[in-house]
C-alpha cells in the first residue's frame, strides 16, 4: 500500500476511534490558568446524603475489583496524587454532578462519593480540603486524583504527581430510605437546571443538618429536578418549616 494511502486510512480508522469516546479529547491537557484558583475559598465539609449513583458496594474497572467503604468514619492515608484537566471538564462524575477543573474537588477509589477530605502535599505541606464527587484514579498506585484548581493550590500540577497525605474530614450521610409512616419529605424547590439543584441542596445540608436530596422527574419532554428534605418526623418537620421561612425560603409541597 503506498505510504500516502496508509497514512490517509489510519487517519480515518483514528477519527472513528475518537467519534465513539464521549470525550472530546483523546489526551487530558492543562486548562487555562484562571487567577480566581487563587482566591477560591475550600468547601466545608458536611456530611451530605450518600449519593444515588456512585456508590455501588463494589465495581469492577479494566479487570480489577474495587470495594466502596461505606459507613466509614475515619481514614487517612499517604499515597501518591496526579490531577485530571480539561479532557474531563464539563462531563459527569461518578455521581451525576459534572466535573469543574476551578472547583476544589477530587476522585478516590473507595471513598463514598460525596466525602470532603483534607490533602496535604508532603513536601511543602500545603493543605486543602476537597470535596470527592469521582472515582479513580485507576493509573498505577495512585492513591487520589485532584482536580486542576487543587493541584495548582496544592503547588503541583506542574510537576504533576505528588507525594500527598489524605485525611477524611466529613462522609456522607446513609442513603435516604423508605419513610416510616409517620415521617415526611418536605419538598423545597424545582429546577430544570440541574446546577441550581445542586447549590440549593448543598445550602440546604448547611441549614437544616438533615438528608436533602435531589429527585430526578420527567415532565414535558424535560427533567425536573426536586430538592427536596427527609424523611423527617412531625416534630422535626415543623421546626424546618420555620428554619426555611426565616431564610424567606418558602416550602413547597409536603410528600408522603
Known amino acids: 500500500m503506498p505510504f500516502r494511502i496508509f497514512v490517509w486510512v489510519c487517519c480515518i480508522l483514528l477519527l472513528q476511534a475518537c ?26 465539609p458536611i456530611s451530605e446524603p450518600l449519593s444515588r449513583i456512585g ?88 492513591l487520589i486524583d485532584l482536580s486542576y484548581a487543587a493541584a495548582v493550590r496544592l503547588e503541583f500540577d506542574k510537576l504533576g504527581t505528588a507525594q500527598v497525605k489524605v485525611d477524611l474530614l466529613a462522609a456522607p450521610l446513609k442513603a435516604v430510605t423508605p419513610a416510616a409512616k409517620d415521617a415526611r419529605h418536605l419538598q423545597v424547590a424545582a429546577f430544570y437546571a440541574y446546577p441550581s439543584a445542586l447549590k440549593l441542596q448543598k445550602s440546604l445540608s448547611l441549614l437544616v443538618g438533615e438528608p436533602v436530596y435531589i429527585s430526578k422527574v420527567e415532565q414535558g419532554g424535560k427533567t425536573l429536578h426536586k430538592v427536596r428534605i427527609g424523611p423527617l418526623k412531625a416534630q422535626r ?9 426565616d431564610q424567606k425560603l418558602s416550602p413547597g409541597l409536603l410528600l408522603p
Open 55 to 142: 456508590n455501588p458496594d463494589q465495581y469492577e474497572v479494566w479487570g480489577k475489583t474495587y470495594q466502596v467503604s461505606k459507613g466509614l468514619t475515619q481514614y487517612s492515608q499517604t499515597g501518591t496524587a496526579s490531577w485530571y484537566g480539561q479532557k474531563f471538564h464539563g462531563h459527569a462524575t461518578s455521581n451525576g454532578e459534572l466535573f469543574d477543573v476551578y472547583a476544589f474537588s477530587a476522585a478516590h477509589k473507595s471513598l463514598p462519593l460525596p466525602s470532603y477530605v483534607r490533602v496535604t502535599n508532603l513536601k511543602n505541606q500545603k493543605s486543602l480540603i476537597v470535596r470527592v464527587n469521582d472515582r479513580g484514579p485507576f493509573h498505577g498506585d495512585r
Open 19 to 44: 467519534s465513539h469516546s464521549r470525550y472530546q479529547q483523546a489526551i487530558d491537557s492543562t486548562p487555562v490558568f484562571d487567577d480566581r484558583i487563587k482566591l477560591l475559598k475550600e468547601p466545608k
Open 237 to 245: 418537620l415543623e421546626a424546618i418549616q420555620g428554619t426555611l421561612i
